[in-house]
């Protein structure tokens, strides 16, 4: 169940002014499916500046909104090793006890 709103009435009518001048800045949404939805939005009228592209931490498509702010759109990495990257739920993250019963040294 949502809980109360974010914000009181008169922070949401400043933050609503700002997003219509375009001065909201970046901003980020998470997709799990960003070929599908990509191409979901791009149907339905959205003007991407980027079309999909793989980088280090995920795939990333770029546009923006009829005010002027601009939006990443992304699915983020899975991690192909417990040693590197970057996971759904953030970076990999290996318990020091399974590194270094697995040979890891500090130095």
Do not use: C, H
Request: overall charge positive; glycine content about 14%; hydrophobic content about 35%.
């Amino acid at each position: 169940m949502p809980g109360p709103p974010a914000m009181d009435p008169e922070s949401a009518a400043m933050m609503k002014k700002l997003v219509a001048k375009g001065a909201l800045g970046a901003g980020v949404l998470r997709t799990d499916d960003i070929q599908g939805d990509y191409r979901t939005l791009k149907d339905r009228g959205v003007e991407f500046l980027q079309e999909p592209r793989e980088r280090p931490y995920g795939t990333e498509a770029l546009f923006r909104d009829d005010s002027g702010n601009w939006f990443s759109f992304t699915r983020r990495a899975r991690a192909t090793s417990p040693w590197s990257g970057t996971g759904a739920d953030g970076p990999a993250r290996l318990p020091a006890a399974r590194y270094f019963a697995a040979g890891g040294s500090i130095g």
